[in-house]
């Protein structure tokens, strides 16, 4: 699943490349073709942004939405040159003067009218940016309390409470903050749920710097890097997603 960080990586390669040139729209997947992503062709990409785990590309009065899910992506090619993947499971091309940007597969893409944007169901309910220029912590640590017995770990993967945490920042920032994943929101401090939320944005800006994921506890492959002990492992939340913690460092 891609999280935020991945999803603000793209977004900045594609405005990178693409921001204030006409795009060559083409859909060579019936899938995109069925999404209208072809009504884009000729319009001018002004810009490229990320709210959580979703892309926006900004394109006058029209907005292509697009969430990668679990297998979804976002590649970046000079035009014309080689894909890592078949022409034909290309969702959306946009084509610029010498880059192209081509989408491949996931659960959402689709247009949307900008005016419509703010009021759009599938967005409006998303909670904070944890990757914004300046969250308001507060203001998420304020949401995470709405159910006050839920556990750390389910809640930081609610998009409606905070947008772009995934499994992955999940289990690591509760690792970072030594806190015990599984503890019920109410057994927190606002301190804790403060510790909490810096580390996955700490941890997320360096991985939208580097590219690169590095797990302390992600998969549980090997032991805990701060007190040796064996990893544990358990599906957490109504969507069963495997939580990753130290018993013996989180409490
Ligand atoms: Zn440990």
Redesign the pocket.
């Given at each position: 699943m891609a999280e935020g960080d991945t999803i603000l990586r793209a977004a900045r390669r594609i405005d990178a490349a693409l921001a204030g040139e006409t795009v060559a729209t083409t859909a060579p997947n019936p899938r995109g073709r069925a999404a209208g992503v072809e009504r884009l062709d000729g319009r001018r990409l002004e810009r490229v942004e990320s709210h959580g785990k979703n892309l926006l590309l900004h394109c006058g009065d029209l907005v292509l939405h697009s969430h990668m899910g679990m297998n979804g992506s976002w590649h970046v090619y000079p035009r014309g040159g080689r894909w890592r993947k078949p022409r034909r499971a290309a969702w959306a091309v946009l084509a610029g003067d010498t880059q192209e940007a081509v989408q491949f597969g996931g659960p959402t893409l689709r247009l949307i009218s900008a005016a419509r944007l703010p009021r759009d169901p599938q967005l409006a309910r998303l909670g904070p940016d944890i990757l914004a220029p300046e969250p308001n912590l507060d203001a998420i640590v304020g949401a995470l309390r709405a159910d006050p017995s839920r556990g750390l770990g389910d809640a930081l993967l609610d998009q409606t409470l905070v947008a772009g945490i995934g499994n992955i920042f999940k289990s690591e920032a509760c690792?970072a903050a030594r806190l015990d994943p599984w503890r019920p929101l109410a057994d927190l401090s606002d301190d804790d749920l403060r510790a909490v939320l810096e580390a996955a944005r700490a941890q997320m800006l360096e991985a939208v710097a580097s590219g690169r994921h590095t797990y302390a506890?992600y998969r549980g492959r090997r032991?805990?890097?701060?007190?040796?002990?064996r990893?544990a492992s358990r599906g957490q939340g109504d969507a069963n997603r495997t939580t990753y913690w130290?018993?013996?460092?989180?409490l």
């Open positions: 690792f506890v032991p805990c890097p701060s007190c040796g002990g990893i130290c018993p013996d460092c989180q």
